[in-house]
Nanobody, 116 residues
């Protein structure tokens, strides 16, 4: 059974940091592209960051470049999103996605709130 379980979200003050984790199971993790998406209330889901298999390329949305870092540990089937210099606009539910055509798996999301 495929599972993606995000954790690490919460309330943080502007300028603070959080590290999101996504634990994967039930598929050949190292062969999948892993991504983080987010969806703010009332807005469409957007791509935040992507990391290739087995960890070659990375790509980021312009809005998070220089502040967020995506990484993966294929030995643990984990993907991470280190977020720093957080802004109120980063408030959203963050989702983990694993994709390799034709497979497309999503987690349930973890909420991040940036507020003073």
């Amino acid at each position: 059974q495929v599972q993606l379980a995000e954790s690490g979200g919460g309330l943080v003050q502007p300028g603070g940091s959080l590290r999101l984790s996504c634990a994967a199971s039930g598929f050949a993790f190292s062969t999948y592209i892993m991504s983080w998406y987010r969806q703010a209330q009332g807005k469409e889901r957007e791509l935040v960051a992507t990391i290739g298999d087995p960890g070659g390329f990375t790509d980021y949305a312009d809005s998070v470049k220089g502040r967020f870092t995506i990484s993966r540990d294929n030995t643990k089937s984990m993907v991470y999103l280190q977020m720093s210099s957080l802004k109120p606009d980063d408030t959203a539910v963050y989702y983990c996605r694993a994709h390799r055509w034709p497979d497309d798996y999503w987690g349930q999301g973890t909420p991040v709130t940036v507020s003073s």
